[in-house]
């Protein structure tokens, strides 16, 4: 069977597994920016937590994923559907560069703008709300943009817990020794990931605070 | 020992980092209202640290420092430092806004109507000597001297009674440093404010202090005003005038030809 051939047989099965995939991305990109962010930001006001915050997410980081999707299972409720447990397992791994993007962009914003602001009397929201995270917007958007695509990547691993996405055809097209499979499934998860990378890359451009002359 | 007219007052104030080390040492100053106060002295005089202990951007370690009479650190920080207005050398402008809104901000967040504050920003720029054309321009845009007028127009745009000056022209070429300076004086003797103004410059502090505090390792040396600067017999203070003796004398008889 050769891979136009498959891809036109199977074109709704793609279809239906490229958007399980692209849900567990999103909904685990969308959980790990409304943890990461916050943490970032918690560990440029207490410098005391800076270390511990950062060692717990670069541990988690070095978990091989397949372990890591194993570690979880006997968890309560998460375990009980793959699904919830492969967005719990890409979660964690996007919580890394969150953190570490939120925390580089804030601490880069130029020491004098910071003076300033607090010299003229911004109250410490205004300081992050009007200051601090439009100017880090750009580093921030960064650190999604590379959890995104590593997530992609990770989330094909996912079907091995049976949590679907376009690694079934992956895994599929391994146990049948056919690379037109496992090529249906790699492809479109290669295409996502080109797609995000492109599309944020254009975002972070647009939000790059202006430079000086 | 209260005087009515002292608006910042120093009583015996120190400051130390958390390892101990000592960069102010028992400061006693006051400034009084309306007047320019020049703190002079070196990197590393303690001078910065004098200002900002003023608007709280650090925290004494010992003595009382007092604004409007009232103890700083039982003043609101916010309200502190919305009396205070504040410009330093790097400028620090908001690279995301605009001229307007930078020079704006303190205004709309205290909010002011709209359009009290565009019209307050517009007479702000004027009066810094920028044309109006700024206004929709963003930092980077503007040249170093344009900033720093920018800047100045900031520290000002709630109309301050009080302003903290960190070397604010130090980074400018020599020409448009002597314009800001010029400009800087004739538009105190049109709004008198009470000024705290940093630099290392003697020629600074002669030309806008109306006294010259004198700040070496955290102490105070001398104050006094520009006539008794120049004749004491400090000798620290007579080595600033030395070294500084040529620069001054020089520009002495280019004024007179």
Not at chain 1, 94 to 113: C, F, K, S
């Amino acid at each position: 069977m050769n891979f136009w051939n498959f891809i036109a047989q199977n074109k709704l099965e793609i279809a239906d597994l490229t958007l399980e995939h692209l849900w567990m991305v999103s909904i685990s990109t969308l959980l790990a920016v409304a943890v990461g962010i916050p943490l970032g930001i918690l560990i440029t006001r207490r410098p005391s937590l800076r270390k511990p915050v950062i060692a717990t997410a670069n541990i988690i980081q070095t978990i091989p994923s397949l372990a890591l999707f194993g570690f979880l299972l006997p968890a309560p409720w998460i375990g009980d559907r793959a699904g919830r447990l492969a967005i719990l397992a890409l979660t964690l791994y996007a919580l890394l560069p969150l953190i570490r993007n939120t925390y580089a962009g804030i601490n880069g914003v130029e020491h004098a703008v910071v003076e300033a602001a607090r010299g003229m009397g911004l109250t410490d929201w205004q300081l992050l709300f009007k200051v601090e995270l439009p100017l880090a917007a750009s580093v921030i958007l960064a650190g999604i943009r590379v959890a995104i695509v590593i997530s992609i990547g990770l989330a094909t691993i996912a079907a091995a817990i049976g949590a679907g996405g376009l690694g079934e055809l992956i895994f599929r097209g391994l146990a049948m020794v056919n690379n037109a499979v496992i090529l249906a499934g790699a492809i479109p998860a290669a295409l996502m990931a080109l797609l995000a990378d492109t599309l944020l890359g254009w975002l972070e451009k647009k939000l790059a605070p202006q430079r000086a002359a | 020992m209260d005087s009515p007219q002292a608006v910042i007052e120093f009583r015996d104030v120190s400051y130390h980092l958390p390892n101990g080390r000592e960069i102010l040492r028992h400061l006693i100053l006051q400034v009084q209202r309306g007047e320019i106060l020049v703190l002079l002295g070196r990197s590393g005089s303690g001078k910065t640290t004098a200002l900002k202990l003023v608007n709280r951007l650090l925290e004494l370690s010992e003595g009382e420092l007092r604004v409007e009479g009232r103890p700083a650190r039982k003043w609101d920080v916010i309200k502190l430092r919305r009396h205070i207005g504040y410009a330093i050398q790097d400028v620090g402008l908001f690279p995301h806004f605009t001229i307007e809104r930078n020079i704006g901000l303190v205004p709309a967040i205290e909010n002011w109507p709209k359009e009290k504050v565009a019209k307050r920003v517009e007479e702000l720029i004027h009066l810094v000597g920028l044309n109006g054309d700024v206004a929709l321009r963003y930092p980077h845009q503007l040249s170093g001297g344009q900033r720093q007028r920018v800047g100045v127009a900031r520290a000002l745009a709630a109309d301050p009674p009080i302003l903290l000056m960190d070397e604010p022209f130090g980074a400018l070429d020599p020409l448009t440093r002597s314009d800001l300076q010029r400009e800087f004086l004739s538009l105190q003797q049109k709004l008198c404010k009470t000024v705290l103004f940093v630099t290392h410059d003697l020629r600074e502090a002669m030309l806008l202090g109306s006294r010259i505090a004198l700040l070496e390792e955290g102490r105070l040396v001398s104050i006094s005003t520009q006539e008794e600067f120049l004749t004491s017999s400090n000798p620290l203070v007579k080595k600033y005038v030395e070294v500084f003796g040529t620069t001054l004398e020089s520009s002495g008889k280019r004024d007179n030809a």
